[in-house]
């Protein structure tokens, strides 16, 4: 059964900081691209950031050096470590695998930027 598990959301402040992590099971994390979208209420879901199974990455124009994915194919992990934060960022943030014709997503993780 493929489990991917999100986790590390939650409140934060504008300038802060948060670091998401997916812990993915049930499938051959090495062979497979990770990414992160989000959801803010009334929105598409969205692209994020996504890394390829070689450790390419590649980012939304909004997020660009800001925030940062990384994955650690040993313990297959995913992270996305988030600074500089804004009211933007707000939305519900989920983690995705995809390899060939598979696609699996997690259940995601609330993300809210607020004073």
């Known amino acids: 059964q493929v489990q991917l598990v999100e986790s590390g959301g939650g409140l934060v402040q504008p300038g802060g900081s948060l670091r998401l992590s997916c812990a993915a099971s049930?499938?051959?994390?090495?062979?497979?691209?990770m990414g992160w979208y989000r959801q803010a209420p009334g929105k598409q879901r969205e692209l994020v950031a996504g890394?390829?199974?070689?450790?390419?990455?590649n980012y939304r124009d909004s997020v660009k050096g800001r925030f940062t994915i990384s994955r650690d194919n040993a313990k297959n992990m995913v992270y996305l470590q988030m600074n500089s934060l804004k009211p933007e960022d707000t939305a519900v943030y989920y983690c995705?695998?995809?390899?060939?014709?598979?696609?699996?997503w997690g259940q995601g993780t609330q993300v809210t930027v607020s004073s």
């Open positions: 995705n695998a995809a390899f060939s014709r598979n696609e699996y």
């Open positions: 049930g499938i051959t994390f090495r062979l497979y691209i």
């Open positions: 890394i390829s199974i070689g450790g390419s990455t």
